[in-house]
């Protein structure tokens, strides 16, 4: 049955004018995933990411890592949601300590979660179903023998876990917290659909790697 590793990108730029770009600390992060994901031994394995900059890069990065063949085209429906736009229309109350990472990331788990309780069509639902549909027409198009890596974003991989569980806005909203840069997620695919394996797996970049951690 096909393995897909679903892989958050490497350290965007947080606070500079352009976030979409990878930091130097997210390059090395995309090569030292390939470098984990070539020792899995994945059977032949199809790279695609989401159309951001920071999706292919990492994308490209890994697979060259792994020796991997060239990401395939990419797919907008793993594209990340646009946080500044959430932000901007769901404002929380003042979060607690200074501004910086922290500071955002209390404001941004108050804006997801009143995103996914308004449920308008062209919101969350549409977001989580399309994340969900884009790895089940991966996996459709895999054969029995081939597996698959999928770069993509926190909030991606989290509504694909959060569904696959059945969960709902907290546990998306928690998964989406505790998502890792290339952390990496396994769902299996089988005659029964697909089943979440393994969230954010980290191992990667922790022990003589840990200074390639991190969150944002």
Partial sequence: M?????????????????YDVLSDLGREQARCVGEELRRRELREPLVVSGSL??????A??????AGFSAPARPDPRLDEYDHVDLLERYPGGAPDGEPGTKHVQQLLDGALRSWIAAGDADGWPAFSSGALAAVRDLAAGLGPGRDAVVVSSGGVIAAVAAALLGAGADAVVALNRAAVNVGVTSVLAGGAGLTLLAFNDHAHVTGPRRELLSYR
Avoid: N
């Fill in 2 to 18: 096909p393995l897909i590793c679903l892989v958050r990108h490497g350290q965007a730029s947080f606070g500079a004018e352009d």
């Fill in 53 to 58: 900059l920071r999706q292919r890069d990492t």
């Fill in 60 to 65: 490209t990065l890994l697979a060259e890592a």
